[in-house]
């Protein structure tokens, strides 16, 4: 009887050691999900201001293509048309098949 009394002070003793190195193994676990939240923030926000460069990019060269069209179809109607009835025939005989 006189080792499981003994034995009890020894466990008790393990036992709180064990529930302190869990808690600072959960205090270090929420710590790091912290900073694995603020860098996954910090890159949403670098790759949404890449995004909004490429769109206002994409925009710039859209309205200078559209300009370019523009200019040609004055320069060159004729031509323009003839090309707008070839694309319209090619067009016309995908959606038929």
């Known amino acids: 009887m006189a080792t499981a009394k003994k034995e009890e002070p020894d466990r008790s003793a393990e036992l709180e050691a064990s529930r302190e190195a869990v808690m600072a193994a959960l205090d270090k676990l929420l710590e790091a999900k912290d900073h694995f939240r603020k860098a996954a923030e910090a890159a949403g926000l670098d790759l949404k201001h890449e995004a909004v460069d490429q769109i ?19 320069a060159k109607p004729l031509e323009t048309l003839g090309i707008a ?9 995908i959606l038929r098949k």
């Not at 859209?62 to 300009?67: D, H, N, R, S, T």
């Not at 009835?85 to 005989?93: M, R």
């Open 56 to 74: 206002d990019k994409g925009k710039e060269k859209a309205k200078v293509l559209g300009e370019q069209a523009s200019e040609y179809v004055h």
């Open 85 to 93: 009835f070839l694309a319209g025939l090619i067009f016309a005989q």
